[in-house]
């Protein structure tokens, strides 16, 4: 869906995947329809923004953090559970930013 030329063919894609998986994980496939107009929003500034904004080397540090986090703990009690600890690396990874900029 991300590697599409227009958000009109990303929407078309998306279709047929929560056709394809909506049975399988009802659960994720509402939450990535009420969720994925979000990312798009890169797709709506002009191409001259969009060569800037282009990496995602912090999104990638933060999800090799979140797994690195998950795999000692390796069994959560609840689904709260795991989103705390994705929260507490999202406020530290924040926190270590907010001290690099500084």
């Given at each position: 869906m991300y590697e599409r030329r227009n958000v009109e063919e990303?929407?078309?894609?998306?279709?047929?995947w929560l056709e394809k998986w909506g049975g399988k994980y009802p659960k994720l496939c509402a939450w990535v329809e009420t969720n994925m107009e979000e990312p798009w929003?890169?797709?709506r500034l002009p191409?001259?923004?969009?060569?800037?904004l282009k990496s995602t080397n912090l999104l990638e540090r933060f999800n090799q953090e979140i797994k690195r986090r998950t795999l000692v703990v390796r069994l959560f009690p609840d689904e709260a559970s795991s989103l705390r600890l994705v929260r507490a690396v999202a406020a530290e990874q924040h926190e270590e930013g907010r001290a690099a900029a500084t």
């Open positions: 990303a929407r078309r894609v998306l279709k047929q929003t890169f797709d191409v001259a923004h969009q060569k800037h």
